[in-house]
């Protein structure tokens, strides 16, 4: 069982090569087939020529060749043999000619010659057609005949290894046997599209899997099966009869096998049934005495005579075919089997003679692939015996009886791989590599096994240093040193185990200081002796050490400083002296031999024992320092590397000091230096101390970032100056924020602002002026901050709103100074530079004077009363807005408006709820939203001429909102009743006004007020029950509203594009929404989507009458909500029981409705084509089907849905194909037929449709979710019987989608010659286009989960293996490859779920029927596959 | 002139609905029923696939279904009346639970609560029953429909569903001592889907009859409920207020669908014409037998 994996691996691989040596074989066949048609050009030419010729035919073609004459008497006695694969030369291994040979056409030098072991002489060959020139003239029908085919089997030789040109001495017995024959087709490859060459890829692949793997995957499971069946024990079947059935089959497969294997076509078959037998009958004379159930011999020794006999003659039968798969299936499937039944470590033996055979083989052949899976077999099966013995956690370090045995036969096994690693020649890079991965896999699962049965793991360490050392010994031998590769492997291998093996005995300190030496040791070793594996080996051991001090050491000096302060000296010198080594490691020894470190990787492992030094540095200072002088460490850490990065231009240093010990410095000042446990101003002597000192630290390391700057054109560290400075200046402003009393910070940081402006100025540094901003914005957060509480007044004015003034006066300040800085190469900036800089300058002076108005609002707010702000903010406006005419400053007028919306705002927000009196009759309310309104007006009556644009809109906005006030006041005054009306009417007039006078105005405030009219008559007037004159008030009135908004529709003066644009139906829109709802009011509930639908109707033939769309578009609104209605009232409503019901004979005519209107919008295209062009014709149709899917959801009972669905998805598709376009004109065949056209209807061809076959697959996947989650994993539990439940509903709704799959290839003919247009069309084009995928996946989906649920868990895979051959059938009589490969990858998912599941889960009975039974499936699959290959050739 | 015909066509048939829905107005409630039926439909077959593979053990489940419990712990002391009503429905509960199909450890409880017309299940066999319930039914058949639906809500894994559902909406870790306190108890008396109401009332009544009891006792007791429905049934006075009750409906309806007593009331019937009960008339009487000595319940 552990053996599978490595199969399946080495069947993928297999695949792979193979797939490789089809991509050859096809490209040598085009060859061989263009030399072909050369051979046959100049044949023809030839016996054009013979008339005038007048020598002998042969005589022309007596010149040096090394045709033989005999050549063209093999080839006339075989004109009727099947075309062998022309990639490979058939060679015979009986004495009896004829003598192999290549087809007569093929070219010279294409031509693979090989000579079997029978060709003894180094002449014979050259007796071989390596060259074949133009054969004689009278064999005219040579070159139409097919290729010669031997009569025994061919040999396959791998082209490859076969030398063409010229021949040579043929290989020795160790010739590679190439894999069963593919038999390529003979065509030219032509160029294909990237889609033909996609399929044709897959086709390969399938044809592939299907007639090369199927069969060994196949012959695999039943092998399995096979042994499983031999294990258990039955009652009726004694060991003997048991001995004999499994012999038969033995012999039955041998037999077979032998026997199919003749026939070329059958021929792959034929090589997997012998080694299938192979295994089976060495498996069956094993278990003669090992196997409980099949014991008849009780003696080991004579039971390991007979392994071995068996043994031997499939070494020695198996060799003949020279064949990998042969040999590899007998051996590994006996491994497999073997370690199903073993019982006890004597077994084990049977394990060894495999090893020992498969060894000899794999030297012998140079089949280094196969001693790979050697490896993997000997070891876990191995394995596999100690997980019996010892149970899944190991020996757990308890002795065991047999465990020196077992260490003897794991060492027997590693060192019997490693002397054949050691020995072999391979030939080629790729037998190297291969090489390579069994000896990595050698050493691996001998630790991996040899851990697994630990029983002293204090000597691990022994183990791994001697493992280690034999491997860096055997490394250095000069057999081995002459092979690169296994030199590298050896070498790394072994000093890997030896630099593991340190840590198993020793701990602490030692493990650091052992490696670091180890690191040196390599290091100097690979540059003395210039040898870069010890130089790699070095500096990959540094880092390593590196993973130690952080992984351990680092975290024990945490640990330490979580608990004090104190000194750590050993840690500090410590991390000192790797700080040095490390350092020493990347400046000295980097510059020392500098052409060693040039490159990658070398110069980055270097480059990171810099960092690893950076590293350690940074430890030891904290491990040395305490407090707040840690920082200060690390400050001096950064300076210094600062002043080193100057000197030796290292970028690697700029990192280490600007990347990560600033950034730690900072940290270390947030989290110690600063005391943010103490906020107040306590005048802290660290903080007055350390914060400076730091301040100036980074000053200077800015400075030092500035002189580097234009020394090094490479490194641009400006960015670096600008975030050390920035730390400075934060340094500064935290002192200034815990030292400084609340009300004086705002002056304080102020004034540091205006210090930082003309400090820029003078040095002159422009980041200063960034910095001037920051300070000067915290400036101003200090003073809107300051006191929250007000708890310090003057009088009743707050002290803070005075704090504010020193921020006011710095603001403007700075907007006057504001100006360029630039530096001392100034006249090297370019102008861009500077009108960028001068841009910069005007926005932050004017984003200053906008502070100082804010800050005077802010003052003003804080400073007036609540009723009064509002007052004072407008009457700061007016004299914005006045001083803006005396100075001319633009800005000052827009901060004018500003404060004006502030004043409006405020006075909506709060002066409405001052309704107390201030003088009699006259409430504060209305005074100040007056005095508000007059400020508003004076403002807008006196509108700034400063820009025009903005002078236009300013008075239009600030009048309507004094109106807005103004109505607002009105509205609070009225009462409620008739204000709707009002409001209309006021509209009405307003309306009627400017459609006289022309005052875009009154026209807007018109609109304004009929929305407000449109919302009151919503939220109050649908709400009145009055009755006036026997006529309900909310009809009267609302029918009134609508009437006008009806006549507004028409009457409202729009600009002409908006008109244009529609806009007036909003109107219309309105009075329809009113109607509507009307409708609800008026309507029982279960009439109201029936009534919206007839309006919808009605307003739909109104539209389409007087091709008015948005009445169109209207219905189709009402419409919509008819449909989302139902699912409100309709749908529920119907008695349980009663198919016709009140659901029944509501929702049908909404659905005739929409689908009637749907009709109009087809057939009426000249009137409907702005409906058709957003999809209008779509949605209904969406709605019509939407409402008979969900009717159907409630008419049936939730487990019958599926298949109503799965019906409606027919009737869909019906529909879909009736609706067809016709191809032909039907002018054309009546004049032909001699009929009359009736109308002119019947020359319009009829609309093609596919919405429904949108739908159609839209239904069909939800039809398949729906089967899959309700009907199958959210059905009961315990009731709704299979058959009667889930089997009948499952079974109808998949063979409805089944009966679909003819209209669904129809529908693909026809969109293949002609795809829908349509968006939708275009995102799921491939999809549309191929409809019966989808019909036929879904209900695959249904069926297999419906297997994998209901079926008994041990006859699952058993049901999905005959489903999937079902299917492959299904698909080899239709030729439709998506369902082939279904039917495959089923197969093959049944082989994964055998792999994965069923081995370690199913009870013995089900397993073995399940293997038998899928194994036998997918070997029938392998001969449909092979007996039909040549549909799938067609793609190739 | 096709295209006049078929429009008159559609309008008077349209129209004739119309006017038939008028003259025969019947109390159709406005709700979001078809909504939260399918919402709750879809809700619980996309829930329902990952919950049979990450079921509880009975184990686990008990143990929540005990820790749920002790938020039910009647504080207060049960008069005489009242023990005896709990040992009655405690007598056919247990008679019940045997036939169910998971053996667990049923228990019976009631609520002393008579306005609490309602009864509720909780994970692991913990099945409540309000007094206010008890004082609706007239014969034990009614009682035993009732504790049979509740015992299935059990049986089909509905309230251990509840369970899961709840703790991956709330990330809770069921391990963890006092997470299930996250769990509103409102959840477990808010009932089920429509599929789960429907299979429980089905169950529920075949564990009836198979216990002895006769299936019309759940007839009578759901024709009573239909008759309870119909008058609580509220009609919206404006589309704004028939919205804000839609959206209610819908919010409350996310874990129920209840059907229609309706529906139920059909259910039932269809299953006493399926499998032939209808000759199972006579139901047992309600008839709570009790002794009372010093003030204090003996029997």
């Known amino acids: ?132 020139p133009a054969p004689p003239v009278e064999q005219k029908p040579a070159p139409a005949q097919p290729p010669v085919i031997p009569p025994r089997p061919p040999r396959y030789v791998d082209v490859a290894r076969v030398p063409l040109q010229p021949p040579v001495t043929p290989p020795p017995a160790a010739a590679r046997v190439a894999a069963p024959p593919q038999v390529a087709p003979l065509r030219s490859a032509t160029a294909h599209a990237t889609a033909q060459q996609r399929i044709k890829s897959v086709s390969a692949i399938e044809d592939a899997l299907g007639r090369n793997w199927l069969n060994k995957i196949g012959i695999v499971l039943i092998v399995v099966g096979i042994a499983f069946f031999g294990i258990l024990e039955f009652r009726q079947l004694t060991p003997v009869l ?116 498969l060894v000899s083989i794999v030297i012998r052949m140079g089949w280094y692939e196969l001693e790979i899976f050697g490896i993997l077999s000997s070891f876990l099966n191995h394995f596999y015996w100690l997980y019996r013995l010892l149970g899944p956690e190991g020996a757990q370090h308890q002795a065991f009886p047999d465990y020196h045995i077992s260490t003897l036969l794991l060492f027997f096994y590693w060192l019997t791989y490693r002397i054949s690693y050691v020995v072999r020649k391979p030939k080629n890079p790729f037998e190297e590599h291969i090489s390579t991965a069994a000896a990595l896999l050698n050493t691996l699962l001998l630790l991996g096994v040899l851990k697994f049965q630990s029983v ?77 594996v010890f130089r790699r080996l070095g500096l990959i051991i540094g880092l390593l050490v590196a993973f130690r001090l952080a992984g351990f050491d680092f975290m024990q000096l945490m640990a330490a400083r979580r608990l004090s302060e104190n000194l750590l000296l050993d840690a500090g010198v410590m991390f000192g002296l790797c700080a040095v080594v490390f350092y020493t490691n990347a400046l000295l020894i980097g510059r020392r031999w500098p052409k060693f470190f040039q490159d990658s990787p070398d110069a980055l492992l270097l480059a990171l024992h810099s960092y690893i030094g950076g590293f350690a540095a940074v430890c030891s200072v904290w491990a040395l320092c305490s407090n707040d002088w840690t920082a200060l460490g690390f400050a001096a850490i950064m300076l210094t590397l600062a002043a080193f990065q100057r000197k030796l231009r290292n970028l690697h240093l700029v990192v280490e000091y600007a990347g990560v010990i600033a950034p730690l410095t900072m940290f270390r000042v947030f989290a110690v230096n600063l005391h943010t446990e103490i906020l107040l101003p306590a005048h802290l002597s660290m903080r007055l101390l350390s914060l400076p000192v730091l301040a100036v630290a980074f000053y200077l390391t800015a400075y030092l970032n500035d002189r580097s700057e234009n020394s090094s054109g490479d490194i641009d560290l400006s960015v670096l100056r600008g975030l050390f400075s920035a730390a400075g200046t934060f340094l500064i402003t935290a002192l200034i924020y815990f030292e400084v009393p609340a009300l004086w910070q705002p002056l304080a940081a102020i004034a540091f602002a205006v210090l930082l402006l003309e400090a820029g100025h003078r040095l002159p540094y422009r980041a200063l002026t960034w910095h001037t901003h920051s300070v000067a914005a915290l400036a101003v957060f200090f003073a809107v901050t300051a006191d929250p509480l007000a708890a310090q007044r003057w009088g009743t004015i707050p002290v803070h709103a005075f704090a504010a003034l020193p921020v006011v006066v710095g603001a403007y300040w700075i907007a006057k100074r504001m100006r360029i800085v630039l530096p001392g190469d100034a006249d090297l900036r370019n102008a861009e530079l500077r009108n960028h800089d001068s841009q910069q300058a005007q926005v932050a002076a004017i984003a200053y004077t906008w502070v100082a108005a804010g800050l005077v609002v802010w003052g003003l707010n804080e400073a007036l009363s609540a009723a009064w702000v509002a ?165 009267l009135s609302l029918s009134i509203v609508a009437l006008i908004f009806y006549a507004l529709s028409y009457l409202a003066r729009l600009p002409q594009e908006w008109r244009q644009r529609e806009f007036h139906h909003i109107y219309s829109w309105a009075a329809s929404a009113l109607v509507s709802l009307l409708a609800w009011y008026e309507l029982p509930a279960l009439s109201v989507a029936v009534g919206w639908a007839v309006f919808g109707l009605l307003l739909f033939e109104f539209g389409l009458v007087r091709r008015i769309r948005q009445f169109r578009f209207q219905a189709y609104v009402a419409l919509s909500a008819a449909f989302a209605r139902i699912f409100f009232v309709n749908l529920t409503a119907g008695d349980p029981g009663n198919f016709w019901s009140d659901r029944t004979y509501t929702v049908l005519p909404i659905a005739l409705i929409i689908f009637f209107v749907y009709s109009q919008l087809e057939t009426d295209e000249k009137s409907a084509q702005d409906d058709q062009r957003l999809h209008f014709n779509e949605l209904l149709a969406c709605l019509g089907t939407g409402s008979i899917v969900a009717l159907l959801y409630f008419e049936f009972t939730h487990v019958w849905v599926v298949t109503a669905w799965a019906a409606v998805v027919f009737i869909l598709l019906g529909v879909s194909l009736w609706l067809e376009r016709p191809k032909a004109a039907p002018q054309m065949d009546s004049k032909i037929d001699g009929a009359k056209i009736d109308s002119p209807k019947m020359l319009r061809p009829k609309p ?130 998506s369902f082939r490969l279904t039917g495959l990858i089923l197969l093959l998912a049944c082989f994964a779920k055998i792999v994965l599941i069923d081995m370690w889960r199913l009870e013995a009975r089900d397993r073995y029927i399940t293997l038998i039974m899928v194994g036998g499936a997918i070997l029938l699959a392998s001969f449909l596959y092979t007996r039909y290959s040549e549909k799938i050739r067609q793609y190739l | 002139m096709k295209r006049s015909a078929a429009f008159l066509v559609v309008l008077l048939v349209a129209l004739a609905a119309l006017y038939y829905t008028q003259r025969h107005q019947r109390p159709i409630a406005v709700s979001a029923n078809a909504v939260i039926d399918m919402v709750a439909d879809a809700q619980r077959d996309l829930t329902r696939t990952p919950m049979r593979f990450t079921r509880f053990s009975d184990d686990e489940e008990i143990a929540i279904g005990n820790e749920l419990a002790q938020h039910y712990a009647v504080t207060v002391q049960l008069t005489a009346e009242e023990r005896a009503y709990e040992h009655y429905i405690q007598r056919v509960g247990f008679a019940l639970g045997q036939r169910a199909h998971r053996r667990l450890p049923y228990s019976f409880h ?124 509220i009609h919206a006075h404006s589309p704004g207020q028939e919205l804000s009750e839609l959206a209610m409906q819908s919010l409350e309806g996310y874990f129920r669908s209840h059907p229609m007593p309706s529906e139920r009331l059909a259910q039932a019937h269809q299953l006493i014409a399926q499998n032939g009960w209808q000759d199972r008339t006579a139901q047992k009487p309600f008839l709570v037998e009790y002794e009372v000595h010093n003030g204090e319940y003996v029997r």
């Open chain 2, 110 to 233: 009631l609520l002393p609560d008579s306005n609490l017309m309602n009864a509720f299940s909780l994970p692991g066999g913990h099945v409540y029953v309000g007094e206010g319930l008890l004082n609706l039914m007239t014969s034990e058949d009614q009682l035993a429909f009732i504790l049979g639906h509740e015992v299935e809500h059990i049986d089909h894994y509905h309230c251990v569903e509840r369970v899961q559902v709840q703790a991956h909406l709330k990330n809770l870790q069921l391990e963890v001592v006092g997470a299930l306190v996250q769990i509103p108890l409102q959840i477990w008396e808010a009932g089920y889907t429509k599929d789960e109401e429907l299979e429980a009332d089905r169950e529920g009544l075949r564990l009836a009859v198979l216990t002895g009891y006769s299936p019309y006792g759940a007839v009578t007791l759901l024709e009573k409920c239909a008759r309870l429905h119909e008058e609580y049934v």
């Open chain 1, 1248 to 1377: 093609d449709r596919p919405i429904f076959l949108y739908q159609a697959l839209l239904l069909t996947v939800g039809a398949c979710a729906r089967g899959i989650v309700h009907n199958l994993f959210g059905a009961s539990y315990f009731t709704a019987g299979n058959w009667s439940g889930r089997y009948a509903v499952l079974g109808s709704a998949v063979a409805v989608l089944f009966l679909c799959l003819p209209f669904a290839f129809r529908l693909r003919d026809r969109y293949r010659e002609k795809p829908p247009g349509g968006r939708i069309a275009s995102l799921f084009g491939p999809i549309i286009k191929h409809p019966e995928q989808i019909l036929f996946f879904a209900p695959v989906a249904l069926l297999t989960i419906l297997l994998a649920l209901q079926l008994r868990a041990g006859m699952v895979t058993v049901g999905w293996g005959i489903e999937g051959f079902l299917i492959l059938l299904g698909a080899f009589a239709i030729n439709e490859r």
């Open chain 1, 456 to 532: 002293r793991p204090d000597l691990a360490w022994i183990a791994l240093l001697v493992v280690g050392a034999m491997e860096f010994g055997f490394g250095q031998l000069p057999t081995v040193k002459r092979r690169r590769e296994a030199f590298v492997v050896l070498t790394v291998l072994g000093a890997a185990l030896m630099v593991a093996a340190v840590p198993f005995h020793y701990s602490g300190n030692d493990v650091a200081i052992l490696w670091l030496i180890g690191a040196e040791v390599f290091l100097i070793a690979g540059a003395v002796a210039s040898e870069v």
């Open chain 1, 1 to 132: 069982m552990l053996s599978a994996p490595p199969l399946a691996i080495y069947a993928l691989w297999r695949q792979r090569k193979l797939g490789q040596r089809l991509a050859e074989l096809t490209a040598l066949a085009a060859k061989q087939n263009d030399a072909l048609h050369r051979e046959l050009l100049d044949l023809k030419r030839q016996l054009a020529a013979l008339p005038r010729v007048a020598a002998p035919p042969a005589e022309p073609r007596a010149e040096p060749s090394a045709e033989p004459p005999l050549r063209i008497s093999a080839i006339i006695p075989q004109p009727e043999q099947p075309a062998p694969p022309p990639s490979v030369v058939l060679k015979g291994d009986a004495p009896t000619p004829p003598i192999p040979v290549t087809p007569a056409p093929v070219a010279p030098n294409t031509i693979p010659v090989s000579a079997a072991p029978n060709v003894g002489t180094p002449g014979e060959p050259q007796k071989l057609p390596a060259a074949v």
């Open chain 1, 871 to 1035: 007052v004072g903010w407008i009457i700061f406006a007016v004299a914005l807005a006045h001083s803006t005419r005396w100075i001319r400053y633009r800005h000052l007028a827009w901060q004018a408006d500003a404060v004006a919306l502030l004043a409006i705002a405020r006075t909506y927000t709060y002066n409405y709820a001052f309704d107390i009196d201030f003088w009699p009759h006259i409430s504060v309310r209305l005074l100040t939203v007056v005095i508000v309104s007059a400020g508003l007006y004076s403002i807008s009556r006196k509108p700034i001429r400063l820009n025009e644009p903005y002078a236009r809109i300013s008075p239009f906005l600030i009048s309507a909102a004094g109106t807005a006030l103004l109505a607002l006041l009105a509205w609070y005054e009225s009462p409620a009743g008739w204000l709707a009306a009002v409001w209309a009417s006021f509209a009405l007039v307003l309306a009627l006004v400017d459609r006289r006078f022309k005052l875009d105005e009154l026209g807007w405030q018109a609109h304004a007020l009929a929305a407000l009219t449109m919302l009151q008559s919503v939220t109050v007037n649908l709400h009145v029950t009055d009755i006036w004159h026997g006529v309900g008030v909310r009809l």
């Open chain 1, 242 to 357: 048991k001995d004999v059935l499994l012999y038969a089959v033995s012999f039955a497969f041998l037999g077979g096998g032998i026997f199919v294997e003749k026939r070329d076509r059958y021929r792959v078959l034929g090589y997997t049934l012998i080694g299938g037998g192979w295994a089976t009958l060495y498996f069956t004379t094993y278990a003669l005495n090992h196997v409980a159930a099949m014991r008849v011999v009780p003696s080991e020794v004579l039971d390991l005579i007979l392994m071995l006999a068996v043994a031997f003659a499939m070494v020695v039968h198996t060799l003949r075919y020279r064949s990998q798969l042969v040999t590899g299936l007998a051996f590994l499937l006996g491994y497999f089997t073997v370690t199903l039944s073993q019982d006890k470590i004597y077994s084990l033996s049977a394990g060894l003679i495999l090893a020992i055979g």
